[in-house]
């Protein structure tokens, strides 16, 4: 079974830059989910999608950061306009459902805005 | 919000050690998962506890959650060189959402780096 794929891996942009970020889940995956982990820090959650839904996007900086998951299955965040303090890895997890199911991740994507 | 927060931050063990890293909760666990990740990769799932008191075993990793829910410990028994990585403890973020259906926002701590020496 093929995990969750994530590209690019790695990424260094100027500051004001935008950028976008693709993931695909588990095929039959309800759940996708976008964190972010700054260096030294665990991840913490931007957005959560069931199916092509929002769920849970309160801790994701609106003004800059986007995401949409159309038709359900691949999912795209985008950063416009890129600031210094958005540098860390994002990654990207899928899961059955939205309930107590256990979260695989994919090997995610450094940032890094100079 | 939920805060979690794990100790020690950082561990260096001979091979052959046994080691426990430790999860504390401010508020009632109502899932704990622990998560392995290692330098540039994305995290690897280990364990799910739910129970007080439960405990599983996967290979030379026990993971228990206390009676109260509100720590948990991983133990290696053991520790060899490929157990060094960063280990992360995630909760489960709202016991009536997750009934619900209505989500798993994961809360995770800033982990704990472990390196093991030959």
């Known amino acids: 079974e093929a995990g969750v794929a994530q590209s690019p891996r790695y990424k260094i942009i100027e500051k004001r830059q935008s950028v976008a970020f693709w993931c695909n889940p588990i095929?039959?995956?309800?759940?996708l989910y976008w964190y972010q982990q700054i260096l030294g820090q665990g991840p913490k959650l931007l957005i959560q999608?069931?199916?092509?839904?929002?769920?849970?996007d309160s801790q994701l900086p609106k003004d800059r950061f986007s995401a949409e998951r159309l038709k359900g299955v691949d999912s795209t965040l985008k950063i416009q306009p890129a600031k210094l303090e958005d540098s860390a890895v994002y990654l990207c997890?899928?899961?059955?459902?939205?309930?107590?199911?256990?979260?695989?991740f994919g090997p995610g994507t450094r940032l890094t805005v100079t | 919000s939920q805060e979690l927060e794990q100790s020690p931050q950082s561990l260096i063990v001979q091979e052959g050690k046994n080691l426990t890293i430790n999860c504390t909760s401010s508020?009632?666990?109502?899932?704990l998962y622990w998560y392995k990740q290692k330098y540039g990769e994305g995290l690897i799932f280990l364990m799910m506890?739910?129970?007080?008191?439960e405990e599983k075993s996967h290979e030379k990793i026990t993971a228990k959650l206390d009676e109260k829910k509100q720590q948990s410990s991983l133990h290696i028994t053991a520790s060899q060189p490929s157990h060094a990585g960063i280990y992360l403890c995630?909760?489960?973020?709202?016991?009536?959402?997750?009934?619900?259906?209505?989500?798993?926002?994961?809360?995770f701590g800033t982990g704990t780096q472990l390196k093991v020496e030959l």
């Open positions: 997890a899928s899961s059955v459902g939205g309930g107590s199911y256990e979260q695989y």
């Open positions: 095929s039959g995956h309800a759940t």
């Open positions: 999608f069931q199916n092509n839904g929002v769920v849970d």
């Open positions: 508020k009632t666990l109502y899932g």
């Open positions: 506890l739910q129970k007080g008191g």
């Open positions: 995630g909760a489960d973020g709202d016991s009536e959402v997750i009934l619900t259906g209505g989500g798993n926002k994961l809360t």
